[in-house]
Each structure stands twice: as C-alpha cells, then as structure tokens.
C-alpha cells in the first residue's frame, strides 16, 4: 500500500455513527442541498440515440468550463457539486489545461469509436484461410510484417494508457476516447498474432531499429509531444501502411483485417490531427517546442523503415522473390513511402504547422533509403 | 430491370438495398460523410452520396465538385468503376484487386481527389461500409451506358 488517507473512515466514530443513523431510516438529505438546476437534454438525431454532444448543456459542458481546470484535481465528473474546501482527494493532474489534451469534435470520435467496434475472433474471415494457396516465400514476409506490427500496437496502447491518469477527470470525453483507443490497439495486436499463427509460420523477428523509434513515442515528455508522435505522424505513417498491407495482402481474408485496422487507426489520425489544431490555435506560443520535438521524433520514425520490413513488404508488394517480383515490389513500396510523407505533411499544414514541409528530414531520408534499396 | 449506369438511379437502388440491409449496416457503425463518385468519359458524372448514421440518405447528381460540400472524391473512368463492378458481381465481393482500397492505393487506378486532410481520412474511417455499399451492387442488373 502506498497511499494512505488522512483519514481512517473505517475507524472515524462520527462516520460510523452517521452510518448508523442512516440505516434506522434517519436520512438528512443533505446531499441535495446544492443540487443544480434542471438541464434541458434533447436528443438531437433519434437514430443516435443519446449523444455525448446533446449532454453538452450549462454546467456540464466543456464550452463552460475554464481553460485551466483549478478546483477540481480528483476524480469529480465535469459538472458535479465539489465538496467545499479542500476535502476531495488530489490525484495529481498534470494535464489541467484543455489545450493540453482536448482536440475538436472529441465527443463524435468517441461515438463513432463506441459505435464501430468489431471483434477479431469474429469479424475476420478465418473460415475462408484454407479457401487459398499463398507461396511460403510471400507467407513468410506477411508473418515478418505481422510481427513488426504486432510491435507497433503494443506502444499505440501503451502511450494512450500512460497519460490517461494524467489528465484532469474533467476532460472525460479524451480520457475516454483514449481509452477507446487503447481497445481498438489490443485489438490490433491481437489480429496480427493470430494472423501471423494462422497458418503455422508464426511471429518472426522482433526489430531494434523500430522498437528504439517507437520508445520515442512512449518517453514523450508531454502528451501533446506523444499525441503528435503517435497520432499524426506515427499513425498516419501507419495508416498508409495499413493500406499499402491492403492492397498486397495474398487474399480476401488479409483484405478485410487491414480494411477493418484501417478504420481504427484512421479515427487515431483523425483525433490526433484535432488535437494539434486545437493546440495551435489556442497555445501558438508551443509552436517552436512541437517543430523542435517533431525534427527529432521525424528522424526517430525512420526506424520503423527497418531492413526486416522493408524487405518483407517488397516480397509482398512483388508477390514473390524473382528478380521482376522484387523489382515490382521495390516499386510498390516507393511509392507508398512517397504517399505516407506526402500526406503527413498535409495533415501537418491543415494543423497549423506548414513549415514541416521545409524543416522535416523526412524527404531526404526516404530518398537516402529508397536509392539503398535501388542499389542494391 | 436493369438499370443504367452511370445514373442517379443506379446509387439510390444501393442506397435502398442499404437501408433494406440495416442489421448489417448498423453492427458496421456509425458512417456520416459525403462521398464524391466521378464517373469519367466522353460525359463525365459527378454523383454527391451523402451518408448519414446507418443510411445513404441523399444522392444527386452535381455538375461541380463546389456544389456540395464533398469530403472526397473516388473518380475513375468509366471502364474502371464497370470491371470492379463486375468483378463484385463475379465473386459476390470484389477480387483483391479490385477493393476501394486497392483501387485507390499505389497506381492510383482510382484517384481519391480531396481538398482537406480531415475528408480524405473519411474514406478510411468508414471504409468497410462504404465497400459494403459498392458490394450491393453484386446481384444488381446493370445496363452499361
Ligand atoms: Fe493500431
Ligand atoms: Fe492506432
């Protein structure tokens, strides 16, 4: 145990006493002494049920609140009657100011997050594996890739979960669709090992190279710097991925569990980019702090590049290991290198960050790296 | 009876079969965007889809992207959107290559035209209910114009 109360209740007689009076029926009511006033709550769209954003009303709503969260540093809902003083417990925020974490329309990301799970033990065509005959040389690199995915999950669900307690309990909606988050990267994980499995190849080697860009992520020192890490630029990065994997995957099966992924990680991309709007436009003044971080963590994400991949999605994207297979599959993989910069960089302008396009490395790098491969 | 496509028609039957189908769209979530399909030829169409929780809820015919607000675009020539059709029709789902995704990937076949990073992500958001969508077209009968 390592946190002790200021008070014992279990030994407080005044609090034993009260509960013994409560339960021979002498109830005080006192916990309605400064109940609110009635809120209105319309339903705005039937088909939706109830939404987080119809609940967006007077004291409940984060329109309302403040931009620095300063009475409540415990547990309270936003919205709810604090104890007067300083009786509610302080559980240590450090994220108490909302450009530290909010991002715009966060409420609709949770619902579309809540409303579009799936569940890989059912949602995959597995029934359909032994329906096609894939080489061993293209089954191999699909497990190789698996298993460098696999890792990429494992930080995707681990950063969210790191910060959650961090954040003020007011900012419910973000703490909630990280931890939708979390979900949806288990989920993940969870694919590509029974993907990698499957058909008794299994996981194969694990990376240095990408498991030291991905401790960037996780060693963040704020969460705006691991949001912008893992959801734009590590995500978006993945995202393309996840469609290059689409688009070489040997049958329908591999298809659908990318087409699934995708979703997911594209609702990731998609909060991140709001939080980063959000942040710019409310806290210009960390604009030198997020391009210093980004020069760095831009360099980092070239680990993800590695050898074992890269090599496994040229066998894919060439659909074997011929010379005309390797040649269409170097072709293939540079060309979605060039997407996944292209489009960072465009999400990055719609964030308020234009100058990542002259700043970045990343261009030169991915010329550095594809003109290896060509070499080679 | 058939129906024609490229038409208004053609994508109000899949947004009728869509809604026929509501169990199959509803466990796919929620879906709210407005797609772009530009199908190119000696006459172009661009056809504005709006998707709207579980449904396709409105479908017109515009003659400029700036008519409506689209989050993106899939256009290709009309022989490309005829075999990806057909190849739904063979095999009740499309053949790997012939996906929206694959389509639209690496070969850019199909391209997604977009002017905002925030709608092109949409496509991917809700990919598997718009593939859903173009996969009701497996037992249609269409008549090629
Ligand atoms: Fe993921
Ligand atoms: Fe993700």
């Known amino acids: 145990m390592s946190y002790y109360g200021s008070t014992d209740f279990s030994y407080n007689s005044d609090f034993n006493l009260r509960i013994r009076d409560i339960k021979k029926g002498n109830l005080d009511f006192g916990w309605l002494d400064n109940t609110r006033d009635k809120v209105e709550i319309r339903r705005r769209d039937a088909r939706r049920g109830l939404a987080l954003s119809d609940c967006e009303v007077g004291p409940y709503s984060i329109e309302n609140s403040p931009e620095i969260v300063r009475d409540n540093r415990g547990l309270a809902p936003r919205g709810a009657i604090l104890a007067e003083g300083s009786d509610q417990p302080d559980l240590g925020p450090t994220l108490n100011r909302k450009t530290d974490v909010w991002g715009y329309r966060v409420q609709s990301y949770w619902e579309e997050a809540m409303s579009r799970q799936w569940n890989v033990t059912t949602d995959v065509p597995w029934q359909d594996m032994d329906k096609y005959e894939i080489p061993d040389e293209v089954e191999l690199a699909f497990c190789q890739l698996c298993t460098l995915l696999s890792e990429v999950e494992m930080i995707a669900t681990d950063l969210p979960a790191k910060w959650s307690h961090h954040m003020n309990s007011y900012f419910q909606e973000v703490k909630g669709f990280i931890a939708t988050q979390c979900v949806d990267e288990a989920r993940h994980a969870e694919v590509f090992r029974k993907r990698a499995l499957a058909n008794g190849v299994g996981l194969l080697r694990a990376s240095v190279r990408g498991e030291h860009a991905l401790k960037g992520i996780l060693e963040a020192d704020s969460y705006s710097e691991g949001s912008v890490f893992l959801h734009v630029l590590g995500e978006g990065f993945i995202l393309t991925l996840f469609r290059s994997s689409e688009f070489i995957s040997p049958t329908p099966v591999e298809q659908r569990m990318f087409q699934l992924v995708m979703q997911d990680e594209a609702r990731h991309v998609s909060y991140g980019l709001q939080h980063l709007r959000y942040l710019m436009d409310n806290c210009p003044e960390i604009r030198p702090q997020i391009n210093g971080f980004l020069d760095e963590a831009e360099r980092h994400l070239t680990g993800l590049f590695n050898p074992d991949q890269l090599e496994s999605m040229i066998v894919l994207g060439g659909k074997g290991t011929s010379p005309e297979c390797i040649k269409r599959g170097i072709e293939v993989v540079g060309a979605f290198q060039g997407k996944q910069i292209q489009e960072y960089f465009q999400r990055a302008d719609r964030a308020g960050l234009p100058e990542r396009r002259d700043r970045s490395p990343l261009l030169e790098l991915q010329e550095r790296m594809i003109g290896m491969i060509q070499a080679s | ?145």
Not at chain 2, 48 to 67: K, M, P, Q, W, Y
């Open chain 2, 1 to 145: 009876m058939a129906i024609k496509f490229p038409s208004v028609e053609f994508f109000q039957e899949l947004a009728r079969r869509m809604e026929a189908k509501s169990a199959e769209f509803e466990k796919l979530g929620f879906c709210d965007t407005v797609m772009g399909v530009r199908v190119e030829g000696d006459t172009s169409h661009l056809y504005a889809l709006t998707f709207d929780v579980f449904e396709c809820s409105n479908v017109r015919e515009i003659s400029h992207a700036g008519d409506v607000e689209l989050d993106f675009t899939l256009a290709a020539p009309r022989a490309l959107w005829r075999e990806m059709f057909e190849s739904i029709q063979k095999h009740g789902q499309p053949e790997p290559g012939y996906t929206l995704n694959s389509l639209s990937h690496v070969g850019d076949r199909m391209e997604v035209v977009y002017d905002d990073p925030e709608g092109h992500d949409k496509f991917y958001r809700f990919m598997a209910t718009l593939q859903a969508f173009v996969d009701l077209a497996s037992d249609l009968e269409i008549e090629w114009v």
